[in-house]
């Protein structure tokens, strides 16, 4: 039996969120009723023209540096030929030559094991209208007429080509996870896959394990989340092994993925039917991106997720709650709040990313509506740190804090949760349990230590939990000496 | 007393701040004027009484408050492929027919902002494609010095209005000589200027990166007065030209004392009318009298140009011309499904010259065939543009005819595409080079036809293309005009 290697590449459509259109001054919004953000160029009227709106191409140009890219100094617009309703000009602006960015890499991380994905290029495409199909059944075929908004038309898009680097399903998630969190890093996109403001097609071929030649490949479409991204793909290597190992062949087409169904079904057939004809865009020169232009961009770049995770865990955080921080803005503004005013990382971070979390999604509330503070998550902390709390009461307190019922001390003091660490009262208790156990006392000093946990559990539940455990065993240890 | 549609846009100019006539005045002139030529030419295609009724009577107030706009109520004729505010722009195509748009390009507003009264929308070859404005689907347009014959083309329609009085100038566009081969064939002066001096917003897009607005007038100064009145860097047109303009009128009278002046080998000899190489060398020896320093220069890419231009051009009307598609605005004809609508509309709405440039350029960009067409024309207009530049350092303007013929007869040429595309053999290389040129009047064949004598300058040489333009003007003496502006007028 063959042993399959699977190839994926992704290209992802980033939707860039500017004040205004790629080539019109047209506003970007969503929200308006049809074709009301729309004007001469952005419809196509006979004589109007483009002109490149330049903070989409700084957009553009940060996302290229973020993924390390070459910055091209001299970008050229093509057009991209095909007739469709939707594409007022019959024509979509796009790169081919010299795009505005090209070879980088993202690295990914699939349960600890680290690879990197080339990127072959970034560039700049506008956006087409929107149609909707007026019929019995809502599509194509069978319409009877179709309605047409120009609103996204020629909204700025972005896209990220990645090289066939991709092994599995799981590293086709990442590697979309880890990019959406770098576009929203970088603030040029809410990178939101169910609402279409990010995109993934997805290249999809296999191979006998070893072989470097590479497949007939199938391009999936139509994933609109990052769990149907990893579905699909894995559906679709399953398929393709099937296909083969049956004899058949693969064919370069387009695929649907349906999400009910769980399965991919077939589009568009690519072979030979698509030439667009791609020519330099005689209304518009070439892009000069001189050497400040791009070192302005790389100053500006912000720490990018992995360095931030790579920083939470330096300050001393767990793998999992550094990742699960870096994703989390307001969270990560506390935790970094907190740890700077001296509060233990590890600690501040099992407690965000755990009963914070939790009590955000149980009650519905942001971080802002809670009693939460970088203050209280430092003075909390240092109850801890100091035995005033055990670990269970640190909790009950937290809970208390984020109800709005006052401060760590507050919450602590009205709940009766402040550990004894009183050395005379806990001695007082433990000389009363050891007088009740004798023989616990016998094993432990005939070398059994096992009886110690349960006479500090005894001890504990005499002082209704609120004595430093520590303490107790210390005490505990030295009494049972002989 | 002279009638008032004969006047140039200087003497207008005087008599309107002298008060010797108003801005209505002028405007009823020249209406009347085309009310008796138009039956005849077809200059136009949409007269706008009412706007230029009304651009006349505001003229006429901001004329007696002592505005000094040296436009301001002289009544001047757009192409049809010039966008106009609420007033039809068809570019003479049938698919654009009824259309009125939305927005004014930016000559049009510049224009407007000048004073300027628009009287209306001139006929052309459909798109600008054609070199006799008989590729317009409203029918063609004559010339007024023999109505037999064809004004020239695509700007045929401003060219015969200005020579015949029905504007006092016009505005063109000029792809590969539309503008120059026209005024050459009227008895007109008109230029191209450097790609990127005028605004191309609001211009229906032919072959973007050669496509150039540019004027048409009775003499030479009045020409630099109406571009000047356009060009200056425009922030809706990204391949506008963001430097200091070059001056255009300052050099008029200076005469050619000193500079030097190439004479065009290529385009001194064969294919060209005895007739017209006669009248060419005159002016150069003139010029020679004059004290300009006359030497022959050789561009060999020249040869080129042509076949280089049939594939660049059509190539960027297959892209710029889809747009229209029955989707949005003009001709639509229905078909079950949308894509057949689509096509239909286009197959009924393209007439057959604008037809064959869409496909031809569709092959030359097709996966396969670019590199051999599109990319070797490319090649071309790059060697082309090394000729000149190298040219340009040996002397400060070349010169040539204009048009190889003088104007030809209606429907000579239209059985054979190719003939006519030689007659644009003289201008195409300047716009492959997106220089600037100009066609200056410079005699009559013996069958009374107006001959053209182009001076073309280096990119932003427009204030010494001027300057041989207007030595050449006075050494030339051209004063005829066409019997048919000539011809007694019925007074109303």
């Known amino acids: 039996m063959t042993e399959w290697e699977a190839v994926i590449g992704i290209e992802t459509h980033v939707e860039l969120q500017t004040k205004s259109k790629m080539f019109c001054g047209c506003l970007v919004d969503s929200g308006d009723e049809p074709n009301t953000a729309v004007c001469p160029v952005c419809l196509a009227l006979p004589g109007a023209l483009p002109v490149p709106n330049k903070e989409a191409i700084e957009g553009i140009l940060s996302i290229g540096d973020a993924l390390e890219c070459t910055l091209i100094e001299d970008s050229l617009f093509y057009r991209k030929n095909y007739f469709y309703p939707d594409l007022p000009k019959n024509y979509q602006i796009s790169q081919y030559t010299f795009p505005l960015c090209l070879d980088g890499r993202l690295a990914v991380d699939v349960d600890g094991e680290p690879t990197v994905v080339g990127i072959t290029r970034v560039h700049m495409e506008e956006d087409t209208g929107k149609s909707t199909h007026i019929g019995v059944s809502g599509r194509i075929h069978g319409a009877n007429h179709t309605l047409l908004d120009f609103n996204r038309a020629g909204v700025p898009l972005v896209e990220v080509v990645s090289e066939p680097d991709i092994r599995s399903p799981e590293q086709a998630r990442a590697y979309g996870a880890e990019l959406q969190r770098v576009v929203r890093t970088l603030g040029v996109s809410d990178a939101r896959l169910e609402e279409g403001s990010m995109r993934f097609d997805v290249n999809v071929s296999v191979r006998p394990a070893g072989s470097d030649i590479l497949g007939t490949r199938t391009e999936v479409k139509n994933v609109n989340s990052l769990r149907s991204m990893q579905r699909a793909i894995a559906y679709e290597i399953t398929r393709q092994i099937e296909v083969l190992e049956s004899g058949g062949s693969i064919h370069l087409e387009t695929r649907h993925w349906d999400e009910a169904k769980g399965a991919t079904r077939s589009g568009r057939t690519k072979e030979g039917s698509e030439d667009y004809r791609y020519f330099q865009d005689p209304d518009l020169l070439p892009l000069h991106i001189d050497e400040d232009w791009r070192k302005r961009v790389h100053a500006r770049r912000p720490e990018l997720p992995a360095a931030k995770r790579a920083r939470y865990v330096a300050l001393g955080a767990d793998r999992s709650t550094a990742d699960l921080l870096a994703d989390a803005g307001d969270l990560a503004a506390l935790f970094e709040a907190a740890v700077s005013a001296g509060a233990d990382a590890r600690t501040i971070g099992i407690w965000l990313t755990g009963e914070v979390v939790a009590y955000l999604r149980r009650e519905d509330v942001t971080i802002d509506e809670t009693g939460l503070s970088a203050d209280s998550l430092v003075e909390l902390a240092g109850m801890t740190g100091d035995g005033d709390l055990s670990a269970t009461a640190a909790k009950e307190v937290l809970g208390g804090v984020l109800a709005g019922e006052g401060t760590p001390s507050q919450v602590a003091e009205a709940r009766d949760l402040l550990q004894i660490s009183d050395a005379s009262t806990i001695e007082t208790e433990v000389m009363a349990v050891l007088d009740q156990h004798p023989d616990a006392i016998e094993k432990i000093r005939n070398g059994d230590s096992k009886p110690i946990g349960f006479l500090v559990g005894q001890v504990m539940r005499a002082t209704g939990g609120k004595a430093d455990p520590r303490m107790v065993q210390d005490l505990i240890r030295r009494k049972t000496q002989a | ?492």
């Open chain 2, 1 to 492: 007393m002279t009638d008032l549609a004969d006047l140039t846009i200087a003497a207008a100019g005087r008599g309107l701040r002298s008060g010797a006539f108003t801005a209505v005045d002028l405007l009823d002139a020249v209406e009347r004027r085309a009310a008796v030529t138009e039956a005849h030419l077809h200059a136009y295609l949409t007269l706008d009484r009412a706007g230029a009724r009304v651009a006349a009577e505001a003229a006429d107030v901001a004329l007696a408050a002592g505005d000094p706009r040296p436009l301001l109520g002289i009544p001047l004729a757009l192409k049809d492929n010039m966008v106009t505010k609420g007033v039809e722009t068809t570019a003479s195509s049938q698919i654009l027919a009824g259309w009125k748009p939305p927005y004014d390009g930016t000559a049009a507003s510049r224009l407007r902002d000048a004073g300027a009264v628009i009287v209306g929308k001139t006929n052309l070859d459909e798109f600008a494609m054609g070199s006799s404005t008989e590729n317009s689907a409203y029918g063609p347009t004559r010339n007024p010095w023999n109505t037999d014959r064809v004004p020239g083309g695509s700007s045929g329609g401003s060219a015969a209005a200005v020579a015949v009085g029905s504007a006092l100038g016009a505005f063109g566009s000029d792809t590969g000589g539309s503008i120059r081969q026209p005024a050459s064939l009227t008895g007109t002066v008109g230029a191209k200027p450097t790609y990127g001096l005028v605004s191309r917003y609001g211009l229906i897009a032919f072959a973007s990166s050669l496509d150039q607005i540019g004027p048409i007038a009775r003499t030479v100064p009045d020409a630099a007065a109406l571009l000047e009145a356009v060009v200056g860097w425009d922030p809706m047109d990204a391949t506008s030209y963001n430097g200091d303009m070059p001056s255009i009128s300052k050099s008029l009278d200076r005469g050619v004392a000193g500079l030097r002046i190439g004479v065009v080998t290529e385009l001194s000899g064969e294919g060209i009318d005895p007739e017209v190489l006669a009248a060419t060398k005159q002016v150069i020896d003139r010029l020679s009298d004059a004290g300009a320093d006359v030497v022959e220069i050789s561009l060999p890419a020249i040869e080129y140009a042509l076949s280089a231009y049939y594939l660049i051009a059509p190539a960027e009307c297959s892209a710029n011309l889809a747009r229209f598609d029955g989707v949005r605005y003009g001709l639509r004809i229905d078909g079950a499904t949308t894509e057949e609508m689509m096509a239909k509309t286009r197959a009924e709405g393209f007439g057959p010259e604008v037809t064959r440039r869409i496909l031809l350029g569709t092959y030359a960009l097709s996966a396969g065939y670019y590199d051999a067409f599109y990319g070797q024309a490319q090649r071309v207009r790059t060697l082309l543009r090394n000729d000149f530049a190298s040219a340009y350092g040996r002397v400060d303007v070349l010169v040539s005819p204009t048009s190889p013929t003088t104007a030809f007869e209606v429907g000579a040429k239209t059985a054979d595409p190719l003939t006519m595309y030689f007659a644009d053999i003289c201008t195409i290389a300047t716009n492959l080079a997106g220089d600037p040129a100009i066609s200056v009047p410079i005699g009559l064949d013996d069958a009374g036809l107006p001959i053209g004598f182009q001076i073309m300058a280096p990119a932003l040489g427009e204030e010494v293309m001027f300057q041989v333009a207007a030595e050449v003007e006075r050494l030339a003496a051209f004063t005829e005009r066409p019997r048919l502006a000539t011809s007694k007028v019925v007074t109303p």
